[in-house]
């Protein structure tokens, strides 16, 4: 089976990450897509403004309507920093029949020489990077030699939402609604998550 790993804290999940994974689903062939919220991202600043579980319950509700999408807690079960080495490593082990790419953002596609590890980790699982607004895809010729062949890059909608502008404004006072799902919106308003 193929299987796309989406990571990221998901703060708030919302419909940029779904329109991504289908993106990848239907261009690289996969047979499902595995969103990994992470406990603490090793290239972020920022303090999540949802804790590990309502980002996880949020993630699962958006996720509920497509059966080829699943929701894993190993990295907020693990606690610290979360690599996607540790994160691949484990999955390679428990499920070594299966094929992993880690969906990523042009944007990331550009700092993969940067990632913990990432020699190792370009061994263990394949990438597909996403074209983002203002980020165009890279020359492929142009990464490092371990990460040639193991890149593969497909063009996706030109979504600008991110879980920053979607906090933003909740703490304004603005609505989020239709920036994120539905079944998201309402936990949000019920638990009184992002206001200022």
């Given amino acids: 089976m193929k299987v796309g790993i989406m990571g990221g804290t998901f ?7 779904l329109i991504a ?58 606690g610290g920093v979360s690599y996607s080495i540790d994160t691949a490593t484990e999955l390679v082990t428990r499920h070594p029949q299966h094929e992993f790419a880690y969906i990523i953002g042009s944007d990331r596609v550009n700092d993969l020489a940067k990632w913990h590890r990432i020699e190792e980790l370009a061994a263990r699982v394949r990438f597909i990077g996403l074209e983002r607004p203002g980020q165009p895809l890279p020359d492929s010729s142009a990464l490092p030699a371990f990460l040639q062949g193991r890149v593969e890059f497909a063009r996706m909608p030109h979504i600008e939402i991110s879980s920053t502008v979607i906090r933003a404004r909740a703490v304004s006072g603005l609505s989020i609604r239709y920036y994120v799902p539905d079944s998201v919106y309402f936990y949000i308003q019920r638990n009184g998550l992002y206001e200022s």
Avoid: N
């Fill in 21 to 78: 994974a289908q993106t990848a689903l239907e261009a690289a062939g996969l047979d499902e897509v595995w969103f990994v919220p992470s406990y603490a991202p090793p290239l972020k600043d920022h303090e999540p403004g949802a804790d590990g579980l309502a980002r996880l319950e949020m993630t699962m509700l958006a996720t509920e309507p497509e059966p080829r999408f699943r929701v894993l807690d190993m990295e907020l079960k693990r």
């Fill in 11 to 17: 703060d708030p999940i919302h419909v940029g990450h």
